[in-house]
């Protein structure tokens, strides 16, 4: 369970991203005196995400997959330890964790889509191939499976008539830098209910 967090006793966040990072910049934005990010880590050391992270004098750290997920997996967990984490925020990372990790750490991931439809990758760009009216927005727990942990919380996103996978993806991440910040706040207050914190 994660604990109830103050201003005074922030909850310590880790980010993993992969990419530009747009929804770790939406968190250091959006997060209040309650949660503090003390890491930032990524996959690829060209991400943009720790550039924005370095910039606000966050530290950083790159774990490349190399051909041991378990032994990657090892390292950043006792990377994220030695720092204190309490949860993990995935933002973008664009790989699966291990148990090494999520067994050991609350983890939780923005997908962009409502889950269980369309896991994986690019899954605006399945919603539009799949031809339906309304796809979203989902943060969950993360287990060892492909996007299969309990839901937190989902907002639906309206495919428009003309809509292409870039239009669709753009008004996708209005919704995600709205409800991850919410979540992880809610989660430092302890509003989440028990049944999806014992859930996970």
Avoid: K, Y
């Amino acid at each position: 369970m994660i604990r109830a967090a103050t201003a005074d006793d922030p909850l310590r966040i880790a980010v993993l991203a992969s990419g530009r990072g747009s929804n770790l910049a939406a968190l250091m934005e959006r997060l209040d005196p309650t949660v503090v990010i003390v890491g930032v880590a990524s996959n690829r050391a060209d991400a943009i995400a720790l550039s924005r992270a370095r910039e606000e004098e966050i530290e950083t750290a790159v774990f490349p997959r190399g051909d041991d997920w378990g032994e990657r997996d090892r390292e950043l967990c006792a990377w994220l330890l030695e720092r204190d984490v309490e949860l993990v925020v995935l933002a973008g990372f664009m790989e699966i964790l291990t148990a090494e990790v999520v067994d050991r750490l609350p983890v939780i991931n923005v997908h962009p889509s409502l889950l269980p439809a369309f896991p994986g990758l690019h899954a605006w760009e399945q919603a539009l191939d799949a031809g339906v009216e309304e796809t979203g927005v989902t943060v969950h727990f993360v287990d060892t499976g492909l996007d299969t942990g309990p839901v937190i919380a989902q907002e639906p996103v309206p495919v428009r008539e003309g809509d292409t996978p870039a239009s669709l993806h753009e008004r996708i991440q209005a919704v995600e830098h709205r409800l991850l910040p919410d979540v992880v706040r809610r989660l430092a207050s302890n509003d989440i209910p028990d049944s999806t914190r014992s859930a996970a």
